[in-house]
């Protein structure tokens, strides 16, 4: 496993570094009760996604896979890590439309009250 890391450049050894500590760091971030529903379900997602390429980059490293049947299996991964960079920013404009939407009612049914005094 060590050769094969060895073997590996810097930069893909940074990048899987990262790629397990988004999924740590997504784990946590799901399963904090703090959060909206939407957005544990957008970091499990993630995290999920990441985890399975985690488990890849170590099935590679271990010498399991071969560079041709990495290749075919991260080729299906790489659409699925692409969701949660679409999903944020939908995310944040679904809550910012609702979210003005909520205190647009709220204000008018503060005036309608005032009115009616």
């Given at each position: 496993?060590?050769?094969?890391?060895?073997?590996?450049?810097?930069?893909?050894?940074?990048?899987?570094l990262?790629?397990?500590?988004?999924?740590?760091?997504?784990?946590?971030?799901?399963?904090?009760?703090?959060?909206?529903?939407?957005?544990?379900?957008?970091?499990?997602?993630?995290?999920?996604?990441?985890?399975?390429f985690?488990?890849?980059?170590?099935?590679?490293?271990?010498?399991?896979?071969?560079?041709?049947?990495?290749?075919?299996?991260?080729?299906?991964?790489?659409?699925?890590?692409?969701?949660?960079?679409?999903?944020?920013?939908?995310?944040?404009?679904?809550?910012d439309?609702?979210?003005?939407?909520?205190?647009?009612?709220?204000?008018?049914?503060?005036?309608?009250?005032?009115?009616?005094?």
């Amino acid at each position: 496993m060590l050769d094969n890391l060895h073997q590996l450049s810097w930069a893909i050894r940074i990048f899987y570094l990262m790629v397990l500590a988004a999924c740590i760091a997504n784990i946590l971030m799901a399963t904090r009760k703090k959060f909206k529903p939407h957005w544990r379900i957008q970091f499990g997602y993630t995290a999920v996604t990441t985890a399975i390429f985690t488990v890849y980059v170590a099935l590679r490293l271990s010498g399991v896979l071969d560079r041709m049947d990495y290749a075919r299996a991260i080729v299906w991964l790489y659409p699925l890590l692409a969701f949660p960079f679409l999903m944020v920013p939908c995310l944040f404009h679904w809550e910012d439309k609702f979210y003005k939407k909520a205190l647009k009612a709220a204000i008018d049914k503060e005036l309608i009250e005032r009115d009616d005094r």
